[in-house]
């Protein structure tokens, strides 16, 4: 029997057709909604601004399957890092709510993925492990993990973050310039970043070395993300080709959307010790308006 935190007012669990289950946030400053199911918020809208999160038209939301868009967490590994489904075991495992609250500042909840749940799926590894989320004007997700083990264990994650644009050709990617970055594209290789980032095709490609701010500018639309506990981001689009063959994206997905993903992969990747805590976080907003 799953025990959930008491909900504040605004907070609320439901489940949809389907029977997968998520929790609804409807606060006077920001709505949101986050399935159980991997821990994974696929809608986040402050009041009076656009929605901070891209999610695919065509998902269903069906149990058993990873959602697409919102922000995926990547955990214990990213990609195909090791054996193993892609992005890891996290995305697909059943959290618990575990702490509730809510302010006239917003929403911060808590959940956690239980030991138990991680030693099913990776025996011979000892892991703690929660997710934080900070709603208000701005989304701000803190992953944390510890090393409840008596030796050291490697972890590569990524806050997998689907960030909507209006114009994928005229969406630019700052805060990257002379960065260095591994091209998925083509076979890992290394090179540098020139400039803004610009979306004219398939990107695949993890940016290391930098702690950098990035913002993602579209012509009528800023976004902002900024991280902490990373010294690496992905930028990723599927163009035409690759959106035809993921699951649960639609065809001209690839001309809405942008991930720019808050991680500690390719160079980036830890190696944690007995007791070791590492958190990883993003926050996406809204730059304020100069004066
Ligand atoms: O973060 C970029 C990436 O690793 C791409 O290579 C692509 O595989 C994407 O993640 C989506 O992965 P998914 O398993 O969610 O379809």
């Not at 994928?168 to 091209?183: E, F, K, N, P, R």
């Not at 940016?207 to 990035?214: E, K, L, N, P, S």
């Not at 001209?252 to 991930?259: A, F, I, N, S, T």
């Amino acid at each position: 029997m799953m025990v959930h935190a008491l909900l504040p007012p605004g907070v609320e669990l439901t489940a949809n057709d389907y029977g997968r289950r998520f929790i609804e946030v409807n606060h006077t400053r920001v709505s949101a909604r986050i399935a159980l199911q991997g821990a994974q918020v696929i809608a986040c809208q402050p009041q009076d601004q656009r929605p901070l999160l891209w999610f695919s038209q065509t998902d269903p939301c069906r149990p058993d399957t990873a959602l697409r868009g919102g922000i995926p967490l990547c955990w214990p590994w990213f990609a195909n890092d090791r054996p193993g489904p892609a992005h890891g075991i996290a995305r697909t495992s059943d959290w618990h709510l575990t702490r509730a609250h809510a302010d006239q500042e917003g929403v911060r909840l808590v959940l956690t993925l239980p030991e138990e749940e991680i030693s099913r799926q990776l025996p011979d590894e000892h892991w703690a492990l929660e997710v934080e989320f900070q709603l208000d004007t701005a989304l701000a997700v803190t992953l944390r993990t510890t090393n409840t083990g008596s030796v050291a264990q490697p972890l590569s994650q990524a806050l997998h973050s689907y960030l909507p644009t209006e114009d994928i050709a005229g969406t630019s990617v700052h805060g990257l310039d002379g960065t260095q970055y591994m091209d998925k594209l083509e076979e890992g290789a290394n090179f540098t970043q020139s400039g803004a980032v610009q979306l004219l095709g398939e990107v695949d490609r993890i940016y290391f070395g930098t702690r950098a701010d990035i913002l993602v500018h579209d012509g009528s639309d800023q976004l902002l993300i900024q991280r902490s506990g990373s010294n690496s981001v992905v930028v990723w689009n599927p163009w035409i080709e690759k959106s035809r063959q993921l699951s649960q994206f639609p065809p001209q997905g690839y001309l809405g959307m942008v991930c720019i993903e808050a991680a500690n992969a390719g160079p980036d990747s830890r190696m944690l010790q007995p007791g070791e805590c590492h958190a990883l976080s993003t926050r996406i907003s809204r730059p304020v308006a100069g004066p």
